[in-house]
């Protein structure tokens, strides 16, 4: 209890030092990820989405994991191009991690890497400062910044906006890693354990600083059967549990937005924790992906009571099939 009270207190100080900055003026973000899926043929699809997104001048982008198929080499080079698109956001750009970036590194088309090697070159090549991708940087709070406990954990984190507090968390899709060999069960076992702590640390902040809504960021879609909020071999249940509880007990926005399963989708599938009742709080955005290179632009207006509203930005050239 004195060690979860100590984090909170650092929380509260991280963000005091930003409070009388914020104000209550609406704002725009973006919303994209899993992409780009064909290589080389969708690099202009990418850049051309770049370039229209920077036109569009959000506050910041928001990549929900995935940065390539899983039947593509989950090599050095590749990272380091994907670093490059990553900083030609002209606002800041904030990284999830995805499954095709590291637990499916082990397939042959993807190189036959050690999926553990790979999170770890993840986490050293994109997570080594405090700051986001882009030619404009955001200063992010990391997990490791805050929680000794937790030092590995460099790619959770979260930032202010306008009273609405942004987490990022690493959930990724094949079922959270939560498969195929002992090995890959123990880095769940680790990764969950922080994960668990850093949403009901994000929930504990935003009571406590009574912020407006959450938006949190991740890869995998939890929701793609009812039996991942329930089934004992479920890498999702545990988080589903949680985010229920708190989300039912915060009454405030939230907001689920991620990749996964390359569909856009606007709903709300997060239960009760007894998983009778629809939670009326919580949206979950689902972002399109793959042949869709595409996005989602959200605009937030804090002062009203359902603050949050959602533009595709679909451009014709990128479509599979375009029009005349």
């Not at 920077?54 to 080079?77: L, V």
């Amino acid at each position: 209890m004195k060690l979860l009270k100590s984090i909170l207190v650092g929380l509260l100080f991280t963000c005091s030092l930003g409070a009388s900055a914020q104000s209550l003026e609406s704002f725009k973000f973006v919303a994209l990820g899993d992409m780009p899926y064909s290589i080389p043929e969708d690099y202009p699809r990418y850049e051309r989405l770049i370039a229209t997104i920077n036109q569009t001048n959000p506050s910041f982008s928001i990549f929900i994991g995935d940065t390539k198929s899983g039947s593509t080499p989950c090599s050095d080079e590749y990272n380091q191009k994907v670093k490059g698109y990553f900083n030609q956001f002209t606002s800041p750009l904030i990284y999830s991690i995805g499954d095709n970036e590291w637990t499916d590194c082990h397939r042959p088309l993807a190189g036959s890497y050690d999926p553990i090697e790979r999170l770890d070159k993840l986490r050293s090549t994109f997570f080594n400062t405090r700051k986001s991708f882009g030619k404009q940087q955001l200063e992010l709070t990391r997990q490791s910044d805050i929680d000794p406990r937790h030092q590995k954990f460099v790619e959770n984190a979260y930032w202010v906006k306008s009273q609405f507090l942004f987490v990022s968390i690493h959930i990724p899709g094949s079922n959270n890693n939560f498969e195929r060999n002992e090995q890959a069960k123990a880095e769940y076992y680790e990764r969950n354990q922080a994960n668990l702590e850093w949403i009901q640390n994000s929930f504990a902040l935003a009571q406590k600083m009574n912020y407006l809504g959450i938006i949190f960021c991740y890869q995998a879609d939890m929701f793609y059967t009812p039996t991942q909020a329930v089934n004992p071999d479920s890498g999702y249940r545990d988080t589903l549990q949680v985010l229920s509880k708190n989300a039912q007990a915060f009454k405030k926005p939230v907001l689920l937005i991620h990749g996964d399963s390359h569909r856009l989708i606007l709903d709300q599938p997060l239960k009760t924790a007894d998983q009778k009742h629809t939670l009326e709080n919580v949206l979950r955005l689902e972002v399109m992906g793959a042949e869709q290179v595409q996005a989602i632009t959200i605009g937030v207006n804090p002062k009203s009571e359902q603050p949050f509203t959602f533009t595709p930005i679909l451009l014709r050239q990128n479509m599979t099939t375009p029009g005349p």
